[in-house]
């Protein structure tokens, strides 16, 4: 079964700083990889997805993530926080074989920006 | 273009009474999802419908909750008794196609089982 573990449910940057969310997926087959954020009370928005063209992803607002197989992981960098960037991050994995198009998320990590 | 449409935005019930969601996806998308989010934790698939067909259901608990897509359009989903466990928001969710295609989700309903 495929599964992401998400390290660190509590994320805190000084406005400026680098963000470095960490996602690891679990797949018995190569998986596509999302990275979703979520603001209060509205729906997710796809941040940006890896589906085995390049290794390194780049999506919206300035956040891109590298696939690394040899890690099982695709963390999620920005090299300068906003404070707009204060939300909730969600992984998520889908196992492309077997499972159509359904999302296995992470429990998801809380990015605080400080000023 | 219009997003994915839900209602009611919060509902605050008591156990044992009856909820039901709607929710209307992006004009064109065929696949259909509902995700079940309990505070603190990422969503989780309830159903998928492609078109107005079943395709993944199985984490529905399908003792207390059903979900129809008539027409292959718009798409309720219903919780009968509800159960304190049941406080949630549910995501609905579509996207063109079932070979993965962006999902796009809509603002949920929020859900107080008290």
């Known amino acids: 079964a495929q599964s992401v573990t998400q390290l660190g449910s509590h994320v805190s940057v000084s406005e400026g700083a680098l963000v470095l969310l960490r996602c690891n997926y679990s797949?018995?087959?190569?998986?596509?990889l999302f990275w979703y954020v979520q603001y209060p009370n509205q729906g997710l928005q796809l941040l940006l997805k890896y589906t085995s063209a390049a290794t390194l992803v780049k999506g919206i607002n300035g956040f891109e993530a590298e696939f690394k197989k040899s890690e099982t992981s695709f963390h999620l960098t920005k090299p300068s926080a906003h404070m707009s960037d204060a939300a909730e991050y969600f992984c998520?994995?889908?196992?492309?074989?077997?499972?159509?198009?359904?999302?296995?998320f992470g429990e998801g990590t809380q990015l605080t920006v400080n000023p | 273009e219009a997003g994915v449409a839900q209602s009611p935005r919060y509902k605050i019930i008591e156990k044992r009474q009856s909820v039901a969601f709607w929710c209307n996806p992006i004009?064109?998308?065929?696949?259909l999802y509902w995700y079940q989010q309990i505070l603190g934790q990422g969503p989780k698939l309830l159903i998928q419908?492609?078109?107005?067909?079943?395709?993944?259901d199985s984490q529905l608990p399908k003792d207390r909750f059903s979900a129809e897509r008539l027409k292959g359009v718009d798409s309720t989903l219903k919780i009968q008794p509800a159960k304190l466990e049941d406080s949630a928001v549910y995501l609905c969710?579509?996207?063109?196609?079932?070979?993965?295609?962006?999902?796009?989700f809509g603002p949920g309903t929020r859900l107080t089982v008290l």
């Open positions: 004009s064109g998308h065929a696949t």
């Open positions: 969710a579509s996207s063109l196609g079932t070979v993965y295609n962006e999902q796009f």
């Open positions: 419908f492609q078109n107005n067909g079943v395709v993944d």
């Open positions: 797949s018995s087959v190569p998986p596509y």
């Open positions: 998520a994995v889908s196992d492309r074989e077997t499972s159509g198009s359904r999302l296995t």
